[in-house]
């Protein structure tokens, strides 16, 4: 009794309230896929007993290596090189576009003391046969330089913002000199949306050179009558990276000219995603003709297991979580946590409660459906491991599910024997997953005309 009086010390209720992207939002459909609502949300603070008893050595957590140590070690491995108030290295090329205080925000970029091809560094479409260690070892090279703009008031004339911009349109990695105003140190960042980052330092200057920008990008980027979306689509369809096209966004280098906005990295991911997915279902998807059986897709990356099920109905899609014991996001050891969002064949009005996961999972499954001239009814399911043991950025189930659809699918005759298999191949008890599913809901009360016809005996 006492302990859990205690839990409920730590339990508040605050509020989520983000601004609109309000360049992205140019019609009604993208404005509803993206709607925040303000809503109450529980917040609570995380156990750290474990830790002061564990520290890094006794793996109490249940995790297989322990993610304070693994960062720690990643980052002693270049902490000398960084830590200087001139740092020389190649950007990716990457820059990060904070979200804390907008509009006025830290704009900058991610460079490592490194010079050569590092296009790996910040290309996560590349990163699927990596260790979670080897990823973390590349990103945590890279320094975050940050310097002040308001996102509403661009100065031009600024020549940081003009460098950082020139970076973000490169097709290849850029040779650049930082001054910080002090040696880099502060946070790692880990999110769940944005791929790691290292320390960060205010920049004082930027000098870039070789840069080649990609022609692709550079057409859209002086096309000042294009709106945002239309150019997302148009990078999209010429094979520009996910990724390519993200930071593009955030930098502020599309749509009509005078409404043109930077906007925060964590935003701009999941705006890419929502956006070009929802084109392509509206657009394309849903004028296609139905599969013809039950299919079954599976992979497996950095801990994480995909489960894509497609059934023989016109469009509905539903992504659903599971995160095991000791995982990035669940630190209970005693409880599965499992979380899900769906829309029917109309879409969604509001932002989905999971994040930008949902919308990089759709954006898989549509472009998938779109390549294949089909449409389909989609449940994908995700299992988190206790393997996955640091948040690496919502690329994950983008490139994770991508990577489902990409192997061949079993085919089934029937919906039953089709779930029968997916469940054989997750850890989690079928009747929790299944029970989450508003999906399969839809389609077990969803009546056929083959049901009221009368057959002769």
């Known amino acids: 009794m006492k302990e859990d009086n205690e839990r409920r010390k730590f339990v508040k209720k605050v509020k989520r309230k983000i601004p609109w992207i309000e360049h992205m939002i140019e019609s009604y459909e993208d404005a509803l896929d993206l709607n925040i609502l303000d809503r109450e949300i529980n917040v609570r603070s995380r156990n750290i007993n474990l830790c002061i008893y564990c520290r890094g050595g006794r793996n109490l957590c249940g995790k297989p290596l322990c993610p304070i140590m693994l960062k720690l070690r990643s980052y002693l491995k270049v902490r000398d090189d960084i830590r200087k108030e001139i740092l020389e290295g190649s950007s990716p090329p990457a820059v990060f576009v904070g979200r804390y205080g907008y509009p006025n925000v830290q704009v900058g970029p991610l460079i490592p003391p490194i010079t050569g091809n590092t296009e790996i560094y910040d290309h996560p479409e590349r990163w699927i046969n990596m260790s979670i260690e080897e990823i973390i070892d590349i990103r945590l090279q890279l ?22 911009r020139e970076m973000a349109l490169s097709s290849k990695p ?54 945002a979306s239309e150019a997302l689509m148009k990078l999209f369809t010429n094979n520009i990276p996910v990724s390519s096209i993200q930071r593009v966004l955030s930098v502020g280098a599309l749509g009509v000219g005078i409404e043109r ?29 139905l599969i013809n059986e039950y299919r079954v897709y599976e ?102 599910v991508r990577k489902a659809y990409r192997n061949k699918p079993l085919k089934f005759d029937t919906l039953e024997e089709a779930l029968n298999y997916a469940s054989s191949k997750l850890k989690v008890n079928s009747k929790y997953w299944m029970g989450e599913s508003k999906l399969l809901m839809e389609i077990f009360k969803q009546k056929r005309i083959t049901d009221y016809i009368t057959r002769k005996p």
Request: glycine share 6%; charged share 25%.
């Open 143 to 164: 320094v975050r330089g940050r310097f002040p703009v308001n996102v509403k008031k661009i100065d031009n004339s600024n020549k940081n913002l003009e460098a950082t």
């Open 174 to 227: 850029v040779d650049a000199e930082v001054e910080f105003t002090k040696p880099p140190g502060g946070r790692i960042l880990l999110d769940d949306e944005v791929q790691p980052m290292g320390p960060s330092a205010p920049i004082n200057k930027i000098l870039v050179s070789s840069v080649k920008a990609n022609p692709i990008i550079e057409k859209v980027y002086y096309d000042y009558d294009l709106k």
């Open 261 to 289: 906005r930077m906007v925060p990295t964590r935003w701009s991911i999941t705006a890419v995603d929502s956006t070009i997915s929802r084109r392509l279902r509206d657009e394309i998807v849903k004028r296609n003709p």
């Open 299 to 400: 992979s497996n990356l950095l801990g994480n297991r995909f489960i894509a099920i497609m059934i023989p109905e016109k469009w509905q899609y539903e992504f659903i979580e599971v995160w095991y014991p000791g995982t990035a996001w669940n630190q209970d050891q005693n409880m599965i946590a499992i979380g899900g969002d769906y829309e029917p064949y109309w879409g969604r009005t509001t932002y989905a409660e999971i994040g930008g996961c949902y919308y990089a999972a759709r954006l898989a499954t549509t472009e998938h459906l779109e390549r294949e001239g089909r449409q389909a009814a989609t449940l994908i399911v995700r299992e988190a491991y206790p393997e996955y043991i640091l948040p690496l950025g919502v690329w994950i189930v983008r490139e994770g």
